[in-house]
């Protein structure tokens, strides 16, 4: 397979000013006329080539004349038209053939469920018709779709509504037209028998917008949630930035199949069913987030991603990067913002740091790709938002608005780079971004040592910083960093700077962007502690070494609430660490008096969000933990996390009881959501059945059986899915009986055994694999259980017989024609294999081996697996 370079972009040769598609839906095959006005864009151009897929071409006409089949050249992949140099601007008519209803890809035009749907980013327009497939090519689309208007009764295209009309035949016949021009992976076409929740939305300058979301008919009733968070965020976007909606229509479609989270296709955004159905009896409180998010990261691409578009995929977080950054100031906004912070930030260390410190690593703009689709990563999306972050750090509120106005206002309707969009938050800024830049071509995560010196005689503090970057290699040059920071005097005080660029404040933003660099603060009476990196102000590891002592103080006092949860899961990762050097010799792990009081101290906080207390109350994941091992244990850090976990359980079993209780029966504090109860609540749960106390088996059974929303039910399942009970069995039965003809539901029930942790696991895992409602068809239900084992089951996915990797590699390859994408997702976790012990090293390279040799091995996962094990 051939791979892309960035170094080798060239403008097209020719341009598409105007799309006017037919598409006639078939029960067999859908026929598609493309007629194309074209423009040349290189003089010397004397052939267009035209990018098609899985297509049977049946006829070309070059301005109205009908090409005979010697005078192109149609290949797998191309359509090669010659073209007189004469000619500056032509037309052509294509008529291509597809069958939609064999497309087990859900690329370009396919079914789920009955109805049409479409996904074309990135490259999937060309699976529908020939065309110049690229993003810097933007048309202006008109789409006539024919079709049996009893299967078909809904039909819908980007833009607006221009006719609807029965045809002779019988059939209805649908048009609409963008007025927009767009890029062809915006397309969007949906055709079905669907019902629809309506609202309405007023701009600010006045506009009248209709919202619509289509669900399959009997799920009307599960739209609220996600037809309030589009109307927050077409709110908030106006109010942050100044961003209004320009269409008289906002369409929203809700499809059971589909490769990832969403797509924002122009007016008409395609979503997976899972963020958009929920009531509070389905959906968990996560579930909303995870809904409000999403609704609003596609809406807001609108702005940033389709009115300004990348100019190649080279340039993907111009749009992902951006809108992710976007999309979580939205959620600050909208929820506890500190709460918000520590979520991002796990997802990022969780997601994205292994992959910058593994054989996948890649700067958030990558400089060659074999498969795009590869590229749609947890760098170029959430290591990107970080970057924006920092920029927004380094700018202020209101220089960065500045910079966001002269960006939109400069290149509305381009395809542009990152490059243009540093420029124009520079320019509208005044501020230097040249050492920034750096950012956008270094792999790997730079890690910060840190030495700090206090001189008692002058009253001086001098902290110096180091940074570093592995994966940097031959290429390491210092980046330019914002640290935000702060300092603590001996009481938990916030000190003032007496001097320095932040003299009278209490915390600053520092540019950090010399491999080493000092910073000094005096007037200190004494040793100040540290506040580094307040609310995570760069995507950094910090290599500090501090005390138990000195972290508890910082859990307990940080002024930034962030970095109160930080200090308090180091603190927890250390501890964790050290009994594990200590696990053969003996097995109690002892947590020292500094953590229990600072964890005490927590706990009987009763001002802190309920949300934030939950969230530092819990153990870093065995994942966090691995982090930090040269070679990964992964049973010695499940055993260690798990007895701290009883002896927090049972050294406070009082006070979790308690919180138990307050959280179930009073009232939530006014000023927070009745999330936040129920998280602390399920936090408590957890602790209590920790102790391993017959007692809280019941009161997690009672929760469930009384329980009247999904996130008590889940929060149940959840405590109970490791032991072995007859209980267990019990409630696993009753909640399938009870759900089994909700698909979103049914997921939940499969993850939760997924990331079981009974011995039984993995022959549990393969007896689901055979149950009747398991399918490797439906990415969701795939997902569902294969992606929880291998990401959130460490214990049973790296079990030293090889089944976990044996069953992951048996997916992959099962996947591997059927749809490439999904399949290449599945490699990342084998592609972690050097960090394991050499037994699972070899037992996890020669599954990917194995991969490398299946017969039609996918250019997707080729290319994830040969760089996995190479
Ligand atoms: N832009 C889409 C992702 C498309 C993935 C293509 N493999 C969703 C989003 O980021 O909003
Ligand atoms: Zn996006």
Same mark, same amino acid.
């Given at each position: 397979?051939?791979?892309?370079?960035?170094?080798?972009?060239?403008?097209?040769?020719?341009?598409?000013?105007?799309?006017?598609?037919?598409?006639?839906?078939?029960?067999?095959?859908?026929?598609?006329?493309?007629?194309?006005?074209?423009?040349?864009?290189?003089?010397?151009?004397?052939?267009?080539?035209?990018?098609?897929?899985?297509?049977?071409?049946?006829?070309?006409?070059?301005?109205?004349?009908?090409?005979?089949?010697?005078?192109?050249?149609?290949?797998?992949?191309?359509?090669?038209?010659?073209?007189?140099?004469?000619?500056?601007?032509?037309?052509?008519?294509?008529?291509?053939?597809?069958?939609?209803?064999?497309?087990?890809?859900?690329? @370009?035009?396919?079914?789920?469920? @009955?109805?049409?749907?479409?996904?074309?980013?990135?490259?999937?327009?060309?699976?529908?018709?020939?065309?110049?497939?690229?993003?810097? /090519?933007?048309?202006?689309?008109?789409?006539?779709?024919?079709?049996?208007?009893?299967?078909?009764?809904?039909?819908?295209?980007?833009?607006?509504?221009?006719?609807?009309?029965?045809?002779?035949?019988?059939?209805?016949? *649908?048009?609409?037209?963008?007025?927009?021009?767009?890029?062809?992976?915006?397309?969007?076409?949906?055709?079905?028998?669907?019902?629809?929740?309506?609202?309405? =939305?007023?701009?600010?300058?006045?506009?009248?917008?209709?919202?619509?979301?289509? *669900?399959?008919?009997?799920?009307?009733?599960?739209?609220?949630?996600?037809?309030?968070?589009?109307?927050?965020?077409?709110?908030?976007?106006?109010?942050?930035?100044?961003?209004?909606?320009?269409?008289?229509?906002?369409?929203?479609?809700? /499809?059971?199949?589909?490769?990832?989270?969403?797509?924002?296709?122009?007016?008409?955004?395609?979503?997976?069913?899972?963020?958009?159905?929920?009531?509070?009896?389905?959906?968990?409180?996560?579930?909303?987030?995870?809904?409000?998010?999403?609704?609003?990261?596609?809406?807001?691409?609108?702005?940033?991603?389709?009115?300004?578009?990348?100019?190649?995929?080279?340039?993907?977080?111009?749009?992902?990067?951006?809108?992710?950054?976007?999309?979580?100031?939205?959620?600050?906004?909208?929820?506890?913002?500190?709460?918000?912070?520590?979520?991002?930030?796990?997802?990022?260390?969780?997601?994205?740091?292994?992959?910058?410190?593994?054989?996948? #690593?890649?700067?958030?703009?990558?400089?060659?790709?074999?498969?795009?689709?590869?590229?749609?990563?947890?760098?170029?999306?959430? &290591?990107?938002?970080?970057?924006?972050?920092?920029?927004?750090?380094?700018?202020?509120?209101?220089?960065?608005?500045?910079?966001?106005?002269?960006?939109?206002?400069?290149?509305?309707?381009?395809?542009?780079?990152?490059?243009?969009?540093?420029?124009?938050?520079?320019?509208?800024?005044?501020?230097?971004?040249?050492?920034?830049?750096?950012?956008?071509?270094? $792999? !790997?995560?730079?890690?910060?040592?840190?030495?700090?010196?206090?001189?008692?005689?002058?009253?001086?503090?001098?902290?110096?910083?180091?940074?570093?970057?592995?994966?940097?290699?031959?290429? %390491?040059?210092?980046?330019?960093?914002?640290?935000?920071? !702060?300092?603590?005097?001996?009481?938990?005080?916030? /000190?003032?700077?007496?001097?320095?660029?932040?003299? @009278?404040?209490?915390?600053?933003?520092?540019?950090?962007?010399?491999?080493?660099?000092?910073?000094?603060?005096? !007037?200190?009476?004494?040793?100040?502690?540290?506040?580094?990196?307040?609310?995570?102000?760069?995507?950094?590891?910090?290599?500090?070494?501090?005390?138990?002592?000195?972290?508890?103080? +910082?859990?307990?006092?940080?002024?930034?609430? %962030?970095?109160?949860?930080?200090? @308090?899961?180091?603190?927890?990762?250390?501890?964790?660490?050290?009994?594990?050097?200590?696990?053969?010799?003996?097995?109690?792990?002892?947590?020292?008096? #500094?953590?229990?009081?600072?964890?005490?101290?927590?706990?009987?906080?009763?001002?802190?969000?309920?949300?934030?207390?939950?969230? #530092?109350?819990?153990?870093?994941?065995?994942?966090?933990?691995?982090?930090?091992?040269?070679?990964?244990? *992964?049973?010695?850090?499940?055993?260690?996390?798990?007895?701290?976990?009883?002896?927090?359980?049972?050294?406070?079993?009082?006070?979790?009881?308690?919180?138990?209780?307050?959280?179930?029966?009073?009232?939530?504090?006014?000023?927070?959501?009745?999330?936040?109860?129920?998280?602390?609540?399920?936090?408590?749960?957890?602790?209590?059945?920790?102790?391993?106390?017959?007692?809280?088996?019941?009161?997690?059974?009672?929760?469930?059986?009384?329980?009247?929303?999904?996130?008590?039910?889940?929060?149940?399942?959840?405590?109970?899915?490791?032991?072995?009970?007859?209980?267990?069995?019990?409630?696993?039965?009753?909640?399938?009986?009870?759900?089994?003809?909700?698909?979103?539901?049914?997921? &939940?029930?499969?993850?939760?055994?997924?990331?079981?942790?009974?011995?039984?696991?993995?022959?549990?895992?393969?007896?689901?694999?055979?149950? $009747?409602? =398991?399918?490797?068809?439906?990415?969701?239900?795939?997902?569902? +259980?294969?992606?929880?084992?291998?990401? !959130?089951?460490?214990?049973?996915?790296?079990?030293?017989?090889?089944?976990?990797?044996?069953?992951?590699?048996?997916?992959?390859?099962?996947?591997?024609?059927?749809?490439?994408?999904?399949?290449?997702?599945?490699?990342?976790?084998?592609?972690?294999?050097?960090?394991?012990?050499?037994?699972?090293?070899?037992?996890?390279?020669?599954?990917?081996?194995?991969?490398?040799?299946?017969?039609?091995?996918?250019?997707?996962?080729?290319?994830?697996?040969?760089?996995?094990?190479?």
């Amino acid at each position: 397979p051939a791979t892309i370079y960035l170094k080798d972009y060239k403008e097209p040769d020719f341009l598409i000013k105007t799309v006017d598609l037919t598409v006639e839906l078939g029960e067999e095959e859908t026929i598609v006329t493309s007629r194309l006005e074209l423009t040349r864009n290189d003089e010397n151009a004397t052939k267009l080539s035209l990018n098609g897929e899985h297509l049977t071409l049946q006829s070309v006409k070059m301005d109205g004349h009908m090409l005979t089949p010697d005078e192109y050249n149609a290949t797998d992949e191309w359509l090669h038209l010659p073209v007189a140099t004469v000619t500056t601007d032509f037309s052509l008519e294509i008529v291509t053939r597809i069958k939609p209803q064999e497309n087990t890809a859900l690329e @370009g035009l396919y079914k789920s469920n @009955g109805n049409f749907c479409t996904q074309c980013e990135a490259e999937g327009f060309r699976w529908i018709t020939y065309f110049l497939d690229r993003p810097d /090519v933007m048309a202006i689309y008109t789409t006539t779709i024919i079709g049996d208007g009893e299967l078909y009764p809904v039909m819908l295209s980007n833009g607006n509504l221009m006719q609807q009309e029965t045809l002779p035949d019988g059939r209805q016949s *649908v048009t609409w037209h963008d007025p927009h021009p767009k890029p062809s992976y915006l397309f969007a076409l949906v055709a079905g028998n669907l019902a629809v929740v309506e609202d309405k =939305f007023t701009t600010r300058s006045g506009r009248n917008v209709k919202l619509q979301i289509f *669900v399959e008919k009997g799920n009307e009733d599960k739209c609220d949630h996600a037809m309030t968070s589009l109307k927050k965020s077409m709110k908030w976007d106006e109010e942050k930035y100044g961003r209004e909606y320009d269409l008289d229509i906002f369409m929203i479609v809700a /499809v059971s199949d589909f490769n990832m989270g969403a797509m924002e296709n122009k007016g008409l955004n395609v979503f997976n069913s899972k963020y958009v159905l929920a009531s509070p009896e389905t959906a968990t409180d996560a579930d909303f987030d995870g809904i409000e998010s999403v609704i609003a990261h596609e809406y807001f691409h609108n702005w940033t991603g389709n009115r300004i578009t990348c100019r190649d995929w080279f340039q993907l977080t111009l749009k992902e990067g951006l809108t992710v950054f976007r999309d979580q100031q939205f959620s600050a906004d909208m929820n506890s913002a500190a709460v918000q912070r520590i979520d991002d930030v796990q997802r990022l260390r969780a997601a994205q740091f292994p992959e910058d410190g593994g054989p996948l #690593a890649h700067p958030i703009q990558p400089q060659s790709y074999v498969e795009i689709n590869n590229f749609y990563t947890a760098t170029v999306y959430e &290591k990107g938002a970080e970057v924006i972050r920092m920029i927004h750090t380094l700018l202020g509120e209101e220089k960065f608005r500045k910079g966001m106005d002269l960006y939109f206002e400069r290149h509305d309707g381009q395809a542009v780079t990152t490059e243009e969009f540093v420029s124009a938050l520079e320019d509208g800024s005044g501020v230097d971004l040249t050492q920034f830049r750096r950012w956008y071509v270094t $792999p !790997g995560t730079p890690e910060i040592m840190v030495d700090e010196r206090f001189d008692p005689k002058t009253g001086q503090y001098k902290l110096t910083l180091e940074q570093s970057n592995l994966k940097a290699g031959e290429i %390491f040059k210092p980046l330019h960093i914002p640290l935000q920071m !702060g300092l603590l005097d001996e009481k938990g005080q916030a /000190v003032t700077f007496t001097d320095g660029p932040f003299k @009278g404040q209490t915390e600053g933003v520092f540019d950090f962007n010399k491999k080493r660099q000092s910073f000094t603060f005096s !007037g200190l009476s004494s040793q100040p502690k540290a506040s580094l990196f307040r609310g995570f102000s760069a995507p950094v590891k910090l290599r500090q070494t501090m005390s138990d002592d000195a972290l508890a103080f +910082l859990f307990a006092k940080d002024q930034d609430l %962030f970095n109160r949860w930080d200090a @308090g899961q180091r603190l927890a990762s250390n501890i964790i660490l050290k009994n594990i050097e200590a696990v053969d010799e003996d097995d109690t792990a002892i947590l020292p008096a #500094a953590f229990l009081d600072a964890f005490a101290e927590i706990l009987s906080d009763t001002e802190l969000d309920r949300a934030f207390t939950a969230s #530092a109350l819990t153990l870093p994941g065995e994942q966090d933990i691995a982090q930090r091992m040269p070679i990964v244990d *992964v049973d010695a850090i499940h055993k260690v996390r798990e007895n701290a976990r009883q002896q927090i359980g049972l050294t406070f079993e009082e006070n979790w009881r308690k919180l138990y209780n307050e959280c179930a029966n009073a009232p939530t504090p006014a000023n927070q959501p009745e999330s936040s109860s129920r998280k602390l609540k399920n936090t408590a749960l957890r602790y209590l059945i920790a102790t391993g106390r017959e007692e809280y088996i019941t009161l997690a059974a009672t929760q469930f059986r009384k329980s009247t929303n999904m996130t008590d039910s889940v929060a149940a399942l959840s405590g109970l899915k490791d032991i072995t009970h007859p209980v267990r069995d019990e409630m696993f039965a009753d909640y399938y009986e009870k759900w089994q003809k909700d698909a979103l539901i049914v997921d &939940k029930w499969f993850t939760l055994q997924a990331m079981s942790m009974r011995e039984s696991t993995i022959a549990d895992i393969k007896k689901l694999m055979e149950h $009747p409602a =398991f399918t490797l068809r439906n990415p969701n239900r795939l997902r569902s +259980l294969i992606g929880a084992f291998t990401s !959130g089951n460490p214990v049973y996915f790296h079990d030293k017989s090889g089944e976990g990797y044996r069953i992951l590699s048996g997916v992959i390859s099962a996947m591997n024609k059927t749809n490439p994408q999904i399949a290449a997702r599945f490699v990342a976790p084998l592609g972690q294999w050097r960090r394991y012990d050499e037994d699972r090293q070899a037992l996890m390279s020669a599954e990917l081996e194995k991969i490398l040799k299946l017969p039609d091995l996918s250019d997707h996962v080729y290319e994830m697996a040969n760089k996995s094990l190479h």
